[in-house]
Each structure stands twice: as C-alpha cells, then as structure tokens.
C-alpha cells in the first residue's frame, strides 16, 4: 500500500510540475466551476485530504480488482482525482457521497480524462455531472437541516436527557438518525455545531 501511495504521490506532483496552465484556461475555470488552479494546485488538493477516499479507496480498489497501477489509471485519472477531492474540500459533496461518486467513475465503462491539465475542465465537468445526476450534492440549506435536527431531538428525548447528564456518547445516537433523514447529504461538521448549539453543549 505504502508503495502505491508513494507512486500516486509522485505521479500528481509530476504532473502538476511538468505541466503548465495557460491564463485563459485558469480563467475559464474559474469562470465556469468557481475552481482557482494554478500549477500546484493538484498537490495542494492532495495534501489536504492524503490518507483518505483518495489514498485508500484507490488501493482497496486497485488490490480487490487485482490490478496494477497503470491499469487503475485507465479507471479513473489524477485530474478526477483531484477534482473529486476539490468537491469534497469545498463542501459540495461530503465523504460518503465522494464514495458514491469513486464508484460510478470506477464501473462505469469509459475512459478516463486524460493527464493533461488543459483537460482539468472536462475532469470537472465529469465530477460535476455525476453528482448532479446522482443528487450527491451536500445540504447546505441550514434552516431545512435545522427543521430535521428539531424533530430527532424530539423523537428521541432520552438520548438529549443523557447528553446533557454528561454522556457525550449519546450524541451518536443523534447524529445518525439525522444523517439518515437527509439522505446523507448533511454536513457531518454542521450537524455537530448546530447539536451543540441547540443542546448547549
């Protein structure tokens, strides 16, 4: 594993190094998906989310397909790569839905978008399409997340009783059934804040 994540590592930072973004492409990027890349960009991605979908997934996939590195790249390229972690970085979509959307690029029968970085918008797009399509796209609607955290507080009075008696653990059982009525397209961190807010913890 440790070896495939070197090599991973090293193939991103290749890539963004050796390649260089004209402006205009930057630009349009930025226009048409609201994504800042310049040339470090997919490191930079990498860097911030490194030991989990991205790293993880890739290898459990790569071992349970039994193929090798050259072959997963024909499933599913560094640009999608980086441009699925830049969804999850900027709260479109969270972890479980990024599964969701690994999956669909990893089955699904096409080709890959190839390992250019003028070819970044159309990895984008690719990321975009299948989370529109599947409505993977985080709920970012607080007074709607607010409305379905008030009625599991209400439905499940004992786990707020034993929260507040110090039982931070009871939290969990919250937490779930919330994840549950938003189809899993709450973020998991607001969920948390609003709970504690709502429950003054």
Known sequence: HANQHASLRLWLRLLSCTNRVEDKIRQKLRESFGITLPRFDLMAQLERYPDGLTMGELSRRMNADDLDFAQAQQRISALELAALIMRINDNTINNNSAKAVFDALWNESRVAVADHLQDAMQAASV???????????????????????DEVLAANPKNVEEFKAGNAKALNGLVGPIMKASKGKANPGQVNALLMKKLGG
Do not use: C, F, H, R
């Open 127 to 149: 990321i975009d399409s299948i989370i529109e399509a599947k409505g993977l796209k985080q709920m970012n609607d607080t007074g709607a997340l607010e409305a379905i955290i």
